[in-house]
Nanobody
Framework: QLPLVASGGALVEPGASLRLTCSAS????????IGWFRQVPGKEREGVAC????????QYTYAVKGRFTVSRDNAKNSLYLQMDSLKPEDSGLYYC??????????????????WGQGTQVTVSS
């Protein structure tokens, strides 16, 4: 299983929008729940959003509800995270990963791996 490749991160000002993309480079998306996670220095990696294999269920951590939207296009082997009204506390290194074991309510629990390189999002004025 190859790690997914995340891209689209950038330095933006508060209130801006970004769209992250996650691709299954050289392979196809696993028919499983896929999630977005982020990590900041000194803190554990936290779940941000997740989406089931057919896209019928989407979950978000409370801090991003109403501002972030997760979607997937299985035909394009891609996953997306639309981030609107960004805040400084949204900053971090964002990862995407397949086979998320728990995607329910406010609980987005990661699998053991494999983790890709991630993409950096920095929200600052």
């Amino acid at each position: 299983q190859l790690p997914l490749v995340a891209s689209g991160g950038a330095l933006v000002e508060p209130g801006a929008s970004l769209r992250l993309t996650c691709s299954a480079s050289g392979s196809t998306l696993d028919p499983s729940t896929i999630g977005w996670f982020r990590q900041v220095p000194g803190k554990e990696r936290e779940g941000v959003a997740c989406i089931t294999a057919n896209g019928d269920l989407k979950q978000y951590t409370y801090a991003v509800k109403g501002r972030f939207t997760v979607s997937r296009d299985n035909a394009k082997n891609s996953l997306y995270l639309q981030m609107d009204s960004l805040k400084p506390e949204d900053s971090g290194l964002y990862y995407c990963i397949e086979r998320v074991p728990i995607c329910a309510g406010n609980i987005i629990f990661p699998p053991g791996g494999p983790w890709g390189q991630g993409t950096q999002v920095t929200v600052s004025s």
